[in-house]
């Protein structure tokens, strides 16, 4: 597996594939990036390895291909990253730019963090474990983007349920943090203090 770089001109991910969205803006302070979001997706839901993530994040979902796209095909989402169940990874948004994956959020005092974070996605659900080689990537991609922005942390990666508790529930109980304490040597998820 090719090691992982950024570009720091372009905010883009070597080796991943490019699906730009257009729903993103610029952040507040380019310079402030202090927080890493973990989440998870499957379209249609428990599906995997369709187009439905990419046509969301660039509004082109087809409401009458499924029945719940109807409930989505209106929202305006993106995210920095998507790993899929294979280890590709898909990039919509620059890291320097602001991706829309938070939604309402709050971390450590903190609110609207979309401001301030990069979004990963991880192609799965609430109910069952992801792959090993989705760990392997999302553990390099992590450690480059720690090499590219000095304002990031080991200790600053977080969950989508820490951040808005009781209004999302990803990356989900089957996510293992565990792993990603022991790589990168201190205690994850990072708390949000939300409470």
């Known amino acids: ?8 001109e372009t905010g883009l991910l070597s080796n991943a594939r490019l699906c730009l969205s257009p ?30 993530i990419d046509q969301l994040f660039t509004n082109a979902l087809d409401k009458n291909e499924h029945p719940f796209y109807e409930e989505i ?37 903190r609110s609207m963090c979309n401001d301030f974070s990069i979004g990963i996605e991880l192609e799965g659900t609430d109910f069952e474990p992801f792959e090993t080689i989705q760990y392997d990537v ?21 969950g989508h349920e820490h951040i808005a508790p009781g209004r999302k529930t990803d990356p989900g109980p089957f996510f293992d943090w565990d792993r990603l304490s022991r790589h990168f040597n201190t205690s994850l998820p990072a708390p949000a203090d939300c409470a």
Do not use: C
Not at 29 to 51: A, K, R, T, Y
């Open 138 to 158: 999302l553990i390099q991609t992590i450690t480059a983007l720690l090499d590219a922005y000095p304002g990031l942390s080991a200790g600053a990666i977080t």
């Open 23 to 52: 729903n993103h803006d610029d952040r507040p302070d380019e310079s402030e990036i202090n927080l890493i979001v973990i989440h998870n997706i499957s379209l249609p839901p428990g599906q995997f390895g369709g187009e439905g």
């Open 73 to 109: 095909v209106d929202l305006r989402v993106s995210s920095h990253l998507l790993i899929r169940r294979d280890g590709e990874v898909a990039q919509y948004v620059p890291f320097h730019k602001r991706a829309w994956h938070a939604g309402e959020s709050r971390f450590q005092g």
């Open 1 to 8: 597996m090719k090691s992982k770089q950024i570009s720091i």
